[in-house]
């Protein structure tokens, strides 16, 4: 029965996705009532992904291999910080934008699991006279991997929104909304879509962090043995 509901809300979310990339004028009555009957079960089902689970193990199975590099955050707390993004952004009305983006993984007690996730994206206006940089973080104080057949709903991922126009002020918090809190089910599938695009790239960002460390001891050992 529980395996039932990962496919069926697997199958209900790529569904979903697909209609909603269309826009809502112009649809069949018969279509929007499906559309409306898959939101329901969505809801119902709730909006676990066994991808997000599996990478939050992973992640938590690979964190110790990263201990040399642990730091303290600004409230103290250990955690791996990791670049996952960074660049340029140009909208289509012409907007530029320098973006980067970072991951905290903040280890549990228990090991080989994670206590929480932190994400951050800052983008900051390339021209133009007036200095902004906003930062958007997402924060998933639960990254669980439960297994036997059952995924985490996601349900307490929290997203923040900040600006500053002045570096030496820092920022200052528009506003915060809970996974729970948002109204539309488009948006609750956009923001658990954007946060798995940014699990794969910290994984990736991790185990090349991890083949780094693995290459430099390998080179120091090699040094270690020149005795000619």
Do not use: W
């Given at each position: 029965?529980?395996?039932?509901?990962?496919?069926?809300?697997?199958?209900?979310?790529?569904?979903?996705?697909?209609?909603?990339?269309?826009?809502?004028?112009?649809?069949?009555?018969s279509v929007?009532?499906?559309?409306?009957?898959?939101?329901?079960?969505?809801?119902?089902?709730?909006?676990?992904?066994?991808?997000?689970?599996?990478?939050?193990?992973?992640?938590?199975?690979?964190?110790?291999?990263?201990?040399?590099?642990?730091?303290?955050?600004?409230?103290?707390?250990?955690?791996?910080?990791?670049?996952?993004?960074?660049?340029?952004?140009?909208?289509?009305?012409?907007?530029?934008?320098?973006?980067?983006?970072?991951?905290?993984?903040?280890?549990?007690?228990?090991?080989?699991?994670?206590?929480?996730?932190?994400?951050?994206?800052?983008?900051?206006?390339?021209s133009g006279?007036?200095?902004?940089?906003?930062?958007?973080?997402?924060?998933?104080?639960?990254?669980?991997?439960?297994?036997?057949?059952?995924?985490?709903?996601?349900?307490?991922?929290?997203?923040?929104?900040?600006?500053?126009?002045?570096?030496?002020?820092?920022?200052?918090?528009?506003?915060?909304?809970?996974?729970?809190?948002?109204?539309?089910?488009?948006?609750?599938?956009?923001?658990?879509s954007a946060?798995?695009?940014?699990?794969?790239?910290?994984?990736?960002?991790?185990?090349?962090?991890?083949?780094?460390?693995?290459?430099?001891?390998?080179?120091?050992?090699?040094?270690?043995?020149?005795?000619?």
């Open positions: 029965m529980i395996k039932r509901k990962i496919i069926a809300s697997i199958l209900t979310g790529l569904i979903l996705t697909a209609v909603e990339t269309y826009s809502q004028e112009g649809l069949k009555p929007k009532m499906l559309q409306t009957q898959l939101t329901k079960n969505y809801e119902n089902i709730g909006y676990g992904d066994y991808e997000l689970d599996e990478m939050h193990r992973k992640l938590g199975l690979l964190v110790p291999g990263l201990k040399s590099r642990m730091i303290k955050d600004d409230n103290g707390e250990d955690c791996i910080k990791l670049e996952i993004t960074s660049g340029e952004s140009v909208k289509s009305d012409g907007s530029h934008y320098l973006i980067s983006g970072f991951a905290y993984l903040y280890p549990a007690s228990e090991n080989g699991k994670l206590k929480k996730i932190v994400m951050e994206y800052f983008r900051q206006n390339a006279v007036t200095y902004k940089v906003e930062k958007r973080q997402l924060a998933n104080p639960s990254p669980d991997f439960r297994g036997d057949n059952t995924v985490d709903s996601n349900d307490d991922i929290m997203l923040s929104y900040y600006e500053t126009t002045n570096s030496s002020n820092g920022f200052n918090k528009i506003r915060e909304t809970k996974f729970n809190d948002i109204d539309r089910h488009d948006r609750k599938i956009k923001l658990i946060y798995k695009n940014y699990l794969r790239k910290t994984v990736f960002a991790l185990e090349r962090n991890i083949t780094d460390i693995e290459l430099s001891k390998v080179t120091e050992l090699l040094y270690m043995l020149e005795f000619e």
